[in-house]
Every structure is written in structure tokens, then in C-alpha cells.
């Protein structure tokens, strides 16, 4: 099973929308209704942000939201925080395959 | 609250194995899926394979058979990570998680709960 394709990088200025993308193939993302999206900051655990693709957990800001297309799914940051900053991974369920992850850079 | 504590940091030789615990509490112990997935110094995340803790099926990544075991004990609510044959590529942060579920009977395919992380470090 390959890595799921994210962008290595994205940056916005603080108030800004960025998008991340998360491309796979119709084996894993274009197959599944369980996408979810974690944030890492350095040295910390990462965390749940989204879950069956655009479903938010309790306690989660409302400022990001995901979808997905096709073989893509997509998370979204808006009014981007300095506290944003951080690494995102996407995630296909069973058989479950990471992204590379994109580091996210608040200017 | 829910909580997953790992066991500490090991330091192990190449051809060595490393048993990593994690021990849950907060929540029903058997109504989750257990997963371990690891992360190398400065990489992403690597997904290893998950255990049923109800009834101790376990499912692994082709890329660890035959050198990783899963394993619980629901007297103790603890999952165990076991991993063999151990060479430098194998030096990164373990992790146990939870697999999210809704009543009555949805595993939402993702990890809601993370414990710790264990560094495990192979060097000679």
C-alpha cells in the first residue's frame, strides 16, 4: 500500500483559508468514507481534528473543515491562528494508509 | 477521562525484539480496536496493524508479518506491541491508539485517543 500524496508544505497569513490536499487512488481514499485528518506540533502527540471525512469531534474549532473528492480529500483552515501551525496528516481506514504529511507555516 | 499510558523508552541492539506496553483506562476496554502505528525521527506516520481487544484477532501490515505480534490482557486493560529481529530502521516513536466508535456498533476507522508514544532506539 503507497502513501497517500499531500503537499510538503503550505503557508498563509494569519486570518487567511489554506487548503491541504490529500490525493490517493480509487483503492483508498476514492473507496472509503473514512478519511480522517490529525495535527502534530513539534514533539507532541498528534490529535484528531477530523473524522469519516468531514465529521468533527467534540471540542475540535469549527475554523477547520474537510471534504472529499474523488480520489482527494481535502482539509481546510480558515481565519488561519499562529497556533496552526503545525503538521497534518490524512488518513484512509482499513486498509489504513497515512499521507506524508504537509507541514502547515503561519507567516 | 480516557487514557492510554505507554512503558518507557528502550535502547536495544540490532537483532534484539522490543515489548512495548500500553495500558487503557477511562472507558470499556473490550467496545474498541486497538491500533499501534510508529513514527521515525523527523518522518510520518507508519501504520502497523491493529488488535480486536474482544476477542484478540489481530491484523498486521505485510511489510512487519512474521516479525510483529499483538496482544492483549483484559484483566490489566493493557495491549501489547512485540517486534522482532530489530535493525536501525526500526529506531522511532511507537504509539498505541484507539479506534473511535459509535454506538450501537460503528468503528469509525480513525484514532481518537493517542497514548504517549515510546521512543524505541536501535543502535549497536
Known amino acids: 500500500q503507497s502513501a497517500l500524496t499531500q503537499p510538503a508544505s503550505v503557508s498563509g497569513s494569519p486570518g487567511q483559508s489554506i487548503t491541504i490536499s490529500c490525493t490517493g487512488t480509487n483503492s483508498d481514499i476514492g473507496a472509503s468514507n473514512y478519511v480522517s485528518w490529525y495535527q502534530q506540533h513539534p514533539g507532541k502527540v498528534p490529535k484528531l481534528m477530523i473524522s469519516e471525512v468531514s465529521n468533527r469531534p467534540s471540542g475540535v474549532s469549527d475554523r477547520f473543515s474537510a471534504s472529499k473528492s474523488g480520489n482527494t480529500a481535502s482539509l481546510t483552515i480558515s481565519g488561519l491562528q499562529a497556533e496552526d501551525e503545525a503538521d497534518y496528516y490524512c488518513c484512509s481506514g482499513s486498509p489504513y494508509v497515512f499521507a506524508t504529511g504537509t507541514r502547515v507555516t503561519v507567516l | 477521562q480516557v487514557q492510554l499510558i505507554q512503558s518507557g523508552a528502550e535502547v536495544k541492539k540490532p537483532g534484539a525484539s522490543v515489548r512495548v506496553s500500553c495500558k487503557a483506562s477511562?472507558?470499556?476496554?473490550?467496545?474498541?480496536?486497538m491500533h499501534w502505528l510508529r513514527q521515525a525521527p523527523g518522518q510520518g506516520l507508519e501504520y502497523m496493524g491493529q488488535?480486536?481487544?474482544?476477542?484478540?484477532?489481530?491484523g498486521y501490515v505485510q511489510k512487519f508479518q512474521g516479525r510483529v505480534t499483538m496482544a492483549r490482557d483484559t484483566s490489566v486493560n493493557t495491549v501489547y506491541l512485540e517486534l522482532s529481529r530489530l535493525t536501525s530502521d526500526d529506531t522511532a516513536v511507537y504509539y498505541c491508539?484507539?479506534?473511535?466508535?459509535?454506538?450501537?456498533?460503528?468503528?469509525?476507522?480513525?484514532?481518537?485517543?493517542w497514548g504517549q508514544g515510546t521512543l524505541v532506539t536501535v543502535s549497536s
Open positions: 491508539v484507539r479506534e473511535g466508535f459509535l454506538p450501537p456498533n460503528r468503528h469509525t476507522q480513525d484514532f481518537d485517543h
Open positions: 477511562g472507558y470499556t476496554f473490550t467496545g474498541h480496536y
Open positions: 488488535i480486536n481487544v474482544k476477542n484478540g484477532n489481530t
